[in-house]
Nanobody, 125 residues
Framework: QVQLVESGGGLVQAGGSLRLSCVVS????????MGWFRQAPGKEREFVASISWTGRSTDYTASVKGRFTISRDNSKNTVSLQMNSLKPEDTAVYYC??????????????????WGQGTQVTVSS
């Protein structure tokens, strides 16, 4: 079993920054890929960012490239999402996810088999 607990969400003005963190317990954290997804009201959950098990490879959805940065600290079983230049359209519940059978970056939701409870990010205009 893998447990994921997100933190760091909140309310911020457009142009501001937030840092989301996800602490993972259970299976060997350093052996699998991690990702962040988000779900806005009335919309389907979408891929935001992914990081490989080594941390050397990352992938982002086009709308956040250059603004968001995913990182991991395998010594602390933590994956983070630094979000800068936030826009109202970034408002969503953000989910941390683990792909325990996959080591490379992955944008397919189906590759992720463990999920956190989500943290709300609200960006006001």
């Amino acid at each position: 079993q893998v447990q994921l607990v997100e933190s760091g969400g909140g309310l911020v003005q457009a142009g501001g920054s937030l840092r989301l963190s996800c602490v993972v317990s259970g299976r060997t954290f350093s052996s699998y890929a991690m990702g962040w997804f988000r779900q806005a009201p009335g919309k389907e959950r979408e891929f935001v960012a992914s990081i490989s098990w080594t941390g050397r490879s990352t992938d982002y959805t086009a709308s956040v490239k250059g603004r968001f940065t995913i990182s991991r600290d395998n010594s602390k079983n933590t994956v983070s999402l630094q979000m800068n230049s936030l826009k109202p359209e970034d408002t969503a519940v953000y989910y941390c996810a683990a792909a325990t059978a996959w080591g490379s970056v992955a944008d397919e939701e189906s590759k992720y088999n463990y999920w956190g409870q989500g943290t709300q990010v609200t960006v006001s205009s």
